[in-house]
């Protein structure tokens, strides 16, 4: 891991200058022309101090970012992919400092579901001079995430994903591990939302949505937006092959709510309990095993820097 700080005079003649800002950086992922076409678009853009981190492995990364705020970053760049986004989301959850993209990762969903480019030119236009949006995480067993969080056969499917094969096929490495998985077993669950019973009986995976599109690009919450205050709480019942071939069809057409082995609701708190302990993840990112999840909504939790809206949607 190497930490430095770069004070840079030679700026842009007409950029205005955007502050202190840090870069915290996965040095394994690739984008564009890498870290160094990073620095010099950073420099060139008028940056007037510039604090860089790099890490090897994402969990390293909420050490940086704490790193960056005592030293007094106006904007946190993140140059990863969803794993790095939401550990420095989670450090960063609550501050007003703003979190800039740069989607160097193999799954980058939260910024595809933000419009982020996977551009290194575009997102660093994006990162320094796009609109800030005040954006809603969520918060599972004391940790926040960015996209999605999950028990029972989604964690289990990314718990097995073996990262060598990850980095080698991207997201038909999901697939090959979904099936590995397909005969996941039916857990007794029960989950209360916003204090109600919602669900009880056999199921065999939980899911919590903060965004739309989630692993492998499926639409699975179809009204899932990341401001609104809410997530989105899906449970399946599928419990082999042609059970899952069917719901995945229907997630992936876009018609969730349509499976037989899905129910969907919306809600801010919600609370889980298994018969047996289920592993779970974040943003894609592999947990320990519990057999209760308590999850809730963080309104406003983030500040994130993306692009502006089209004429159309300002219309």
């Given at each position: 891991?190497?930490?430095?700080?770069?004070?840079?005079?030679?700026?842009?003649?007409?950029?205005?200058?955007?502050?202190?800002?840090?870069?915290?950086?996965?040095?394994?992922?690739?984008?564009?022309?890498?870290?160094d076409?990073?620095?010099?678009?950073?420099?060139?853009?008028g940056?007037?101090?510039?604090?860089?981190y790099?890490?090897?492995?994402?969990?390293?990364?909420?050490?940086?970012?704490?790193?960056?705020?005592?030293?007094?970053?106006?904007?946190?760049l993140?140059?990863?992919?969803?794993?790095?986004?939401?550990?420095?989301a989670?450090?960063?959850?609550?501050t007003?400092?703003?979190?800039?993209?740069?989607?160097?990762?193999?799954?980058?969903?939260?910024?595809?579901?933000?419009?982020?480019?996977?551009?290194?030119?575009?997102?660093?236009?994006?990162a320094?001079?796009?609109?800030?949006?005040?954006?809603?995480?969520?918060?599972?067993?004391?940790?926040?995430?960015?996209?999605?969080?999950?028990?029972?056969?989604?964690?289990?499917?990314?718990?097995?994903?073996?990262?060598?094969l990850k980095?080698?096929?991207?997201?038909?490495?999901?697939?090959?591990?979904?099936?590995?998985?397909?005969?996941?077993e039916?857990?007794?669950t029960?989950?209360?939302?916003?204090g109600?019973?919602?669900?009880d009986?056999?199921?065999?995976?939980?899911?919590?949505?903060?965004?739309?599109?989630?692993?492998?690009?499926?639409?699975?919450?179809?009204?899932?937006?990341?401001?609104?205050?809410?997530?989105?709480?899906?449970?399946?019942?599928?419990?082999?092959?042609?059970?899952?071939?069917?719901?995945?069809?229907?997630?992936?057409?876009?018609?969730?709510?349509?499976?037989?082995?899905?129910?969907?609701?919306?809600?801010?708190?919600?609370?889980?309990?298994?018969?047996?302990?289920?592993t779970?993840e974040?943003?894609?990112?592999?947990?320990?095993?519990?057999?209760?999840?308590?999850?809730?909504?963080?309104?406003?939790?983030?500040?994130?820097?993306?692009?502006?809206?089209s004429?159309?949607?300002?219309?």
């Open positions: 891991m190497s930490t430095s700080t770069v004070d840079s005079t030679a700026t842009a003649p007409a950029a205005p200058s955007v502050g202190t800002v840090a870069v915290v950086a996965h040095r394994k992922k690739t984008l564009g022309g890498g870290l076409e990073l620095r010099a678009s950073l420099v060139a853009a940056v007037g101090r510039l604090l860089w790099e890490v090897p492995k994402s969990r390293k990364a909420p050490k940086q970012v704490r790193k960056a705020l005592k030293k007094g970053a106006d904007l946190l993140v140059w990863g992919g969803d794993g790095m986004v939401q550990r420095c989670d450090t960063l959850a609550g007003d400092v703003p979190m800039g993209i740069l989607p160097a990762g193999t799954a980058n969903l939260f910024a595809t579901n933000l419009g982020i480019p996977a551009d290194l030119p575009e997102a660093v236009r994006i320094l001079h796009g609109r800030r949006r005040t954006l809603d995480l969520g918060r599972l067993n004391g940790e926040h995430f960015a996209v999605l969080a999950g028990a029972g056969f989604d964690g289990d499917l990314i718990r097995e994903a073996d990262r060598k980095g080698r096929l991207g997201r038909v490495a999901y697939v090959w591990t979904g099936l590995r998985h397909v005969r996941g039916l857990v007794r029960r989950i209360r939302v916003d109600a019973d919602w669900f009986g056999e199921a065999s995976c939980v899911l919590f949505g903060n965004v739309g599109t989630i692993t492998g690009g499926i639409p699975a919450f179809d009204d899932a937006r990341p401001d609104d205050g809410a997530l989105e709480v899906g449970v399946s019942t599928a419990s082999g092959a042609i059970d899952w071939a069917r719901t995945l069809g229907r997630m992936a057409a876009g018609r969730s709510e349509d499976s037989p082995f899905v129910r969907i609701t919306r809600g801010r708190k919600v609370t889980v309990r298994f018969a047996t302990p289920k779970y974040l943003d894609g990112g592999a947990r320990t095993t519990a057999k209760r999840l308590k999850v809730k909504v963080v309104p406003g939790a983030l500040t994130v820097c993306c692009p502006d809206p004429p159309a949607v300002r219309a």
